[in-house]
């Protein structure tokens, strides 16, 4: 009797191409903004995953970008390409490469470059040359985050580029890393993700976010195969369940929390649950409030405090209500709870760390030097975590 086969392992390398069960809009209407919750199933896969981990997604370009770059380039898309960062075994097609491969976005310095080298325009020269001296660095640099491959090409249409030379210029085509927002213990063949949806306009052209487009418009549910990886973490709940947890995430940041709450009140956790959520309006964007609301009357979420950035005149968000609650919040820390932060790294994770800073030097009677070092042994002992993006 031959030995059984051993499932096969999927990676970043090796993605398994999962289907979207669910596909939910969070917001209600009036927002201004698009939230979505959405259900991976892992049936058919050997993945596994934990409460703080992250889900990799390989998303797939827009059909209206690509068909914009194939109308400038006047290339059909059957066109045979290499492109050298990808090391492929063999050529693919043109379509291939930018619907799945390569990054429409975020030209570099070299496209113009090439323009400037193959434009017969003398005005589009002058303009590309000007865009190249030293002294336009900055101005070459804004210029640059303001297009994207497509409106590049089509601005400068006297510049006649082959397939070839245009995907030696371009980047991969990169995973988007998720937070995943729910616990193996409540639902083990599945992965729920937070995601915000991302549209805006620049040069007076509609934009997208790839990946959170891809997985709101381009996917079909139940149907459309998702490459998906699971991108193991440090982040996550304490291994001891009696330690007390605040978690502060605001927006998409309380994906992971979503997850830690479900895998503390599954797992019989005694210690004590503190969540921080805030948004804009609570009317309408009030994430998994249900949810939020039913842990709140079973005594599984001890502490709810929410901030409302556009509900009233002053803008109230997260850190405030950590430092209205100073004393509490000390109280937990010192007692030996655990701090976490899932969230936007440039703003609010700074203002929540400053706020985390000034509560522990005023409530711990500490210098700021001293109240340094503590966060410092803090973060040593994996009770202050963050995940920030």
Known sequence: ???????????????????????????????????????????????????????????????????????????????????????????????????????????????????????????????????????????????????EYADLLNAFPSAAITPQELVDLMRKLMPRLYSIASSPKVYPQEIHLTVAVVRYQTNGIERAGVCSTFLSDRVQVGNTPVPVFVSNSHFGPPEDGAKDCIMVGPGTGIAPFRAFVQDRVASGATGRNWVFFGDQKHATDYLYEEEWNDYVAKGQVHRLDLAWSRDQEEKIYVQDKMLANAPEIWAWVSGGGYFYVCGDAKRMAKDVDAALHEIIAEEGKMSSDDATAYIKQLKKDKRYQRDVY
């Open 1 to 147: 009797m031959s030995a059984p086969v051993a499932a096969s392992t999927f990676t970043k390398e090796n993605p398994f191409p999962a289907k979207i069960t669910e596909n939910r809009l969070l917001n209600k209407p009036g927002s201004a903004k698009e939230t979505r919750h959405f259900v991976v199933s892992l049936a058919g896969s050997d993945l596994t995953y934990k409460a703080g981990d992250s889900l990799g997604i390989y998303p797939t370009n827009r059909e209206i970008d690509v068909a914009a770059i194939l109308t400038r380039l006047r290339a059909t898309g059957d066109e045979l390409v290499s492109p050298a960062m990808l090391k492929l075994p063999e050529p693919i097609t043109f379509r291939d490469a930018l619907l799945h491969r390569l990054a429409l976005g975020s030209p570099t310095a070299k496209l113009v470059q090439l323009l400037a080298a193959k434009a017969t325009d003398a005005a589009e020269q002058a303009k590309l040359n000007g865009l190249l001296v030293p002294e336009s660095k900055e101005v070459l640099s804004t210029f640059l985050a303001n297009h």
